[in-house]
């Protein structure tokens, strides 16, 4: 299985793939004892449904009714404080 790993891995020596990505990737696959092409296969359905950050802050200014200032934040920390 592991025979095809390093013929895999060249496909990601392209320069448009930046040496410490690729270096994760090698990493990963190698602890894996996968070809990168069956990893990645097995990775995609976890993490397609995964929303990325911009998603999640997109939902959230979506779905926000409240504002809260500044100074509610901090009068909120405080009483959560002195609280304790």
Do not use: C
């Amino acid at each position: 299985m592991l025979e095809n790993h390093d013929d895999d891995m060249d496909d990601m020596r392209d320069e448009s793939v930046p040496v410490e990505v690729r270096r994760h990737w090698e990493r990963r696959v190698q602890a894996a004892g996968l070809p990168l092409d069956e990893y990645l296969l097995r990775k995609m359905p976890h993490d397609a449904p995964q929303p990325t950050n911009g998603e999640i802050f997109a939902e959230i200014d979506r779905t926000a009714t409240d504002t809260i200032s500044t100074e509610e934040i901090v009068e909120t920390l405080r009483e959560l404080r002195e609280s304790r």
